[in-house]
């Protein structure tokens, strides 16, 4: 099992940045596919990126490829969402969570362990 807790949302204007970052305790956090997922009031919970353990391979959702990076640091046991050209559509409360294997997700069911969840918030 794997406990996470999110920072680093907050209010920012389209077109700024702001990175999350997601502290991770557990054994099995360097044997885990990690990712971020979302939930924009109303609408039901989308997968964001995800990173295999070792941080070689990555996926993002279509609406976020080439603005979002996912990274992570196995030895300070973090993963990272940077972000990047912001929208007005990005809002949403973003999820750190630890997908159910080693590799690459894109699914919200593809991930067991959730954080609490950090707000962001891209006004226009």
């Known amino acids: 099992q794997v406990q996470l807790v999110e920072s680093g949302g907050g209010l920012v204007q389209a077109g700024g940045s702001l990175r999350l970052s997601c502290a991770a305790s557990g054994r099995t956090f360097n044997r885990a596919g990690m990712g971020w997922c979302r939930q924009a009031p109303g609408k039901e919970r989308e997968f964001v990126a995800s990173?295999?353990?070792?941080?070689?391979?990555?996926n993002y959702a279509d609406s976020v490829k080439g603005r979002f990076t996912i990274s992570r640091d196995n030895a300070k046991n973090m993963v990272y969402l940077q972000m990047n050209s912001l929208k007005p559509e990005d809002t949403a409360v973003y999820y750190c969570a630890a997908g159910l294997g080693v590799g690459i997700f894109s699914r919200p069911a593809d991930f067991g362990s959730w954080g609490q969840g950090t707000q962001v918030t891209v006004s226009s």
């Open positions: 990173i295999n353990w070792s941080g070689s391979s990555t």
